[in-house]
């Protein structure tokens, strides 16, 4: 299987924290203990020596090296001019889920994390050939994340009950009609488990 990397994606305080603007994708994960069962991943990662790289997204206030009008969501996020700024607390990773040697990988463009960044040369430089994909969200992040990472040569697990999206039906759509057909599906659980 070669060597795994745990990725996760956009687990910010302006995403799913306490600066968020998106209600009702805390209130699913909170439903569905999204937030727990990805600290529980990261714990088990971290005691089998598993590298963790948080893929987060921030916009500088200027928007340069960021497409921002080909997009409708886009477009509508940044009707504020102070939606995730770099340097601000919206960008930051939870602080339960950041752990000082974590990786980050962080974008200014785009949905998915290997879009004008370096997290495939980081991947490739710690060897790793498998990823493990958590956090939000169903709707763009998480199949974007896992249909870069199958293009690219990657093996992708996707931790079930570690992901999230709105509506929520939705999301369990995505799961068994998009990423069943790019990666194996976990739970938090079952990959604990397996990194025993």
Sequence with gaps: ?????????????????????????????????????????????????????????????????????????????????????????????????????????????????????SLDMTLRSLGVSSVVALGVSLNLGIPGLALEAVNLGYRVTVVTDAVAGIPDDYARAVLKHTVSLLATRTTAAGLVETWR
Excluded: W, Y
């Design 1 to 117: 299987m070669g060597r795994v990397a745990v990725l996760v994606m956009e687990m910010q305080r302006g995403v799913v924290g306490d600066l968020t603007k998106f209600p009702d994708l805390v209130a699913v994960c909170a439903r569905r203990d999204v937030i727990a069962n990805t600290a529980l991943v990261l714990r088990a990662a971290r005691r089998a020596e598993i590298p963790v790289i948080h893929c987060t997204a921030a916009f500088r206030p200027d928007r340069a090296g960021s497409h921002s009008d080909n997009c409708p969501f886009i477009v509508a996020l940044l009707k504020d001019p102070e939606h995730m700024l770099e340097g601000t607390g919206a960008v930051e990773v939870l602080p339960e889920l950041r752990a000082d040697d974590d990786l980050e990988s962080r974008r200014h463009h785009g949905f998915s994390p290997f879009t004008g960044t």
